[in-house]
């Protein structure tokens, strides 16, 4: 059985799929009644599960009519998307940030979960076992390289 958390991020995926704008606006304890939940269980999905890395903008406003905004960031398309991945990627990269790309590239159908899931077990801390900063770098380059490959 799937946990509340997939639960959550299923429908939220779903109605932003269905959005015109690529945009939803929620209001949290809406959401959460709708599930049954606690409204922490909400800002946990939120937190975890769209982050920017992964392809999400979030933006929220507190208080009475207080509402959490969820945007998809869409990839450029194939044409500027090498640079946009060197400029993302950059000279060096964390494993979080990584993970986030390679998510969002799935997302997009600019990888398959077959090819993704290489590329995240290749550049984990786990495999990559050299010192900060030259872990970053390192995977980097690894990166830009996989891509590269898989994007030609």
């Known amino acids: 059985m799937r946990n ?12 932003l799929h269905e959005s ?9 304890n809406d959401l959460a009644d709708q599930f049954s939940c606690v409204p922490s269980q909400i ?10 890395e992964k392809g999400y903008l979030v933006e929220s406003k507190r ?20 640079t946009h991945l060197h400029q993302t990627i950059g000279d060096e990269i964390g494993q979080t940030a990584a993970e986030g790309l390679i998510y969002q590239l799935v997302e997009a159908r ?3 979960r077959r090819e993704a899931a ?3 077990a290749v ?10 900063p030259y872990r970053d770098q390192i ?4 990166m830009k390289a996989m891509l590269i490959s898989l994007l030609n």
């Open 4 to 15: 509340i958390s997939d639960v959550i991020e299923k429908y939220l995926k779903s109605i």
């Open 110 to 112: 600019f990888l398959s």
């Open 123 to 132: 550049v984990s801390r786990e495999v990559l076992m050299v010192n900060l």
């Open 139 to 142: 995977r980097a380059r690894m």
């Open 43 to 52: 800002n946990y999905v939120i937190s975890t599960r769209f982050t920017l």
């Open 63 to 82: 208080g009475g009519g207080g509402y959490i905004r969820i945007r998809k960031v869409e990839l450029p398309g194939p044409t500027t998307l090498h």
């Open 118 to 120: 290489l590329m995240t």
């Open 20 to 28: 015109p704008e690529g945009t939803v606006e929620i209001q949290r």
